[in-house]
């Protein structure tokens, strides 16, 4: 290691890590694809997922024996201006539902075998459980209605919780990791830093706000307003998503943040879940562009920045299904698409193996 090396930090030492997938990879897999026994593009999505996987994992037919997701808990400042039909308690109530095994990620991560590996980043209360790991850097966030979220050395801390974190998933042998949250206010936030990354005017910011838990008309109105009241009062840099972080994001955003970064850096895909999910993902892109070529959109949120975030990422999510749920809660479905598209391209039979000759530029289907 260099001196230099020696002082920059974790942070920008990631950063430096990040390298693209060889589109030479993703070109032999498409040929071995258009081999196979069926019409070419036939499998549609899994065809994609097939070929950056074994882009990604230097192999056709890379399969992913141990994957987990990353949630992500902390709570928010900004409840106190009533942007959440929930309380603030069901942050750390639902955060031991998860570790419990009882909330909807938890019972889709067992479906499909897939660990959950849980961080009390920011829980406003202090909560035990034998698995949570804890790197709580405060007790919540500021309100950042009326002040900025958080310091920027925290920020960095934050995100550099993220790197170490899934730096030592990937050392204990996980090969693909999606990113989840737990935390009430959460969409507040998410919806204030992406404004800010599409720098949208503040007549605009309603694209990016979706009802959350549940609001009313009048408190959907109350929420954009509180966002574009946060925006104006810390001014965030737009061209530093650290500073964006900080004065309008939460401990949760940051720490997937660089988790998608820490993933990127050891070359392992990252599964994108929903809203929160797809604007830390849209943070790191920030960051580094070169990030999207380990991104993996799961699920179509129906929260309504959703469809922002993942067309500035220029991705296409497999999934359908109205989900909104976040905890990572897409991530173990699309790890079942990633067994499928694994078994496709490394079982499949070829065409001229099986003894069929066909012509496709005339359209032939079968």
Same mark, same amino acid.
């Given at each position: 290691?260099?001196?230099?090396?020696?002082?920059?930090?974790?942070?920008?030492?990631?950063?430096?890590?990040?390298?693209?997938?060889?589109?030479?990879?993703?070109?032999?897999?498409?040929?071995?694809?258009?081999?196979?026994?069926?019409?070419?593009?036939?499998?549609?999505?899994?065809?994609?997922?097939?070929?950056?996987?074994?882009?990604?994992?230097?192999?056709?037919?890379?399969?992913?024996?141990?994957?987990?997701?990353?949630?992500?808990?902390?709570?928010?400042?900004?409840?106190?201006?009533?942007?959440?039909?929930?309380?603030?308690?069901?942050?750390?109530?639902?955060?031991? %539902?998860?570790? &419990?095994?009882?909330?909807? #990620?938890?019972? @889709? !991560?067992?479906?499909?075998?897939? +660990? =959950?590996?849980?961080?009390?980043?920011?829980?406003?209360?202090?909560?035990?459980?034998?698995?949570?790991?804890?790197?709580?850097?405060?007790?919540?966030?500021?309100?950042?209605?009326?002040?900025?979220?958080?310091?920027?050395?925290?920020?960095?801390?934050?995100?550099?919780?993220?790197?170490?974190?899934?730096?030592?998933?990937?050392?204990?042998?996980?090969?693909?990791?999606?990113?989840?949250?737990?935390?009430?206010?959460?969409?507040?936030?998410?919806?204030?830093?992406?404004?800010?990354?599409?720098?949208?005017?503040?007549?605009?910011?309603?694209?990016?706000?979706?009802?959350?838990?549940?609001?009313?008309?009048?408190?959907?109105?109350?929420?954009?307003?509180?966002?574009?009241?946060?925006?104006?009062? %810390?001014?965030? &840099?737009?061209?530093?998503? #650290?500073?964006? @972080? !900080?004065?309008?994001?939460?401990? +949760? =955003?940051?720490?997937?943040?660089?988790?998608?970064?820490?993933?990127?850096?050891?070359?392992?895909?990252?599964?994108?879940?929903?809203?929160?999910?797809?604007?830390?993902?849209?943070?790191?892109?920030?960051?580094?562009?070169?990030?999207?070529?380990?991104?993996?959109?799961?699920?179509?949120?129906?929260?309504?920045?959703?469809?922002?975030?993942?067309?500035?990422?220029?991705?296409?999510?497999?999934?359908?299904?109205?989900?909104?749920?976040?905890?990572?809660?897409?991530?173990?479905?699309?790890?079942?698409?990633?067994?499928?598209?694994?078994?496709?391209?490394?079982?499949?039979?070829?065409?001229?193996?099986?003894?069929?000759?066909?012509?496709?530029?005339?359209?032939?289907?079968?």
């Amino acid at each position: 290691m260099t001196n230099e090396m020696q002082y920059q930090s974790l942070f920008e030492q990631t950063k430096l890590k990040i390298t693209a997938v060889d589109t030479r990879h993703i070109n032999q897999a498409n040929q071995r694809l258009d081999s196979l026994v069926k019409p070419p593009r036939s499998l549609g999505h899994l065809e994609d997922l097939a070929a950056r996987l074994s882009a990604i994992g230097g192999k056709i037919g890379h399969r992913i024996e141990k994957r987990c997701v990353l949630v992500c808990a902390s709570d928010n400042g900004v409840v106190a201006e009533g942007v959440s039909s929930a309380p603030q308690v069901v942050t750390a109530l639902q955060t031991l %539902n998860i570790l &419990n095994g009882v909330a909807g #990620v938890s019972v @889709l !991560a067992r479906q499909f075998k897939t +660990d =959950l590996i849980v961080v009390d980043l920011g829980i406003v209360s202090d909560i035990e459980h034998p698995d949570l790991i804890m790197r709580k850097i405060a007790y919540s966030t500021g309100n950042i209605a009326k002040e900025r979220a958080m310091t920027a050395e925290q920020a960095a801390r934050a995100i550099e919780t993220g790197i170490e974190l899934v730096n030592a998933l990937i050392d204990q042998g996980y090969q693909a990791i999606g990113i989840g949250e737990m935390g009430i206010g959460n969409t507040t936030t998410s919806s204030a830093v992406l404004a800010v990354l599409l720098d949208l005017p503040l007549s605009e910011i309603g694209q990016t706000v979706g009802r959350g838990a549940g609001l009313t008309d009048q408190d959907f109105e109350h929420k954009i307003a509180v966002i574009r009241q946060a925006i104006q009062v %810390n001014q965030p &840099n737009r061209h530093d998503v #650290v500073d964006i @972080l !900080a004065k309008v994001g939460g401990f +949760d =955003l940051a720490a997937m943040t660089g988790a998608y970064l820490g993933a990127a850096a050891r070359r392992i895909p990252v599964a994108i879940d929903g809203f929160i999910s797809v604007v830390a993902a849209l943070c790191a892109v920030h960051i580094e562009p070169l990030v999207r070529d380990y991104l993996f959109a799961s699920h179509e949120s129906f929260e309504r920045g959703y469809a922002l975030a993942i067309s500035a990422l220029d991705l296409t999510a497999p999934l359908k299904l109205d989900m909104r749920l976040g905890e990572g809660s897409g991530c173990p479905l699309l790890f079942a698409l990633m067994d499928a598209a694994s078994t496709v391209i490394a079982d499949m039979a070829t065409l001229s193996g099986t003894g069929i000759e066909l012509d496709y530029s005339n359209d032939v289907n079968f």
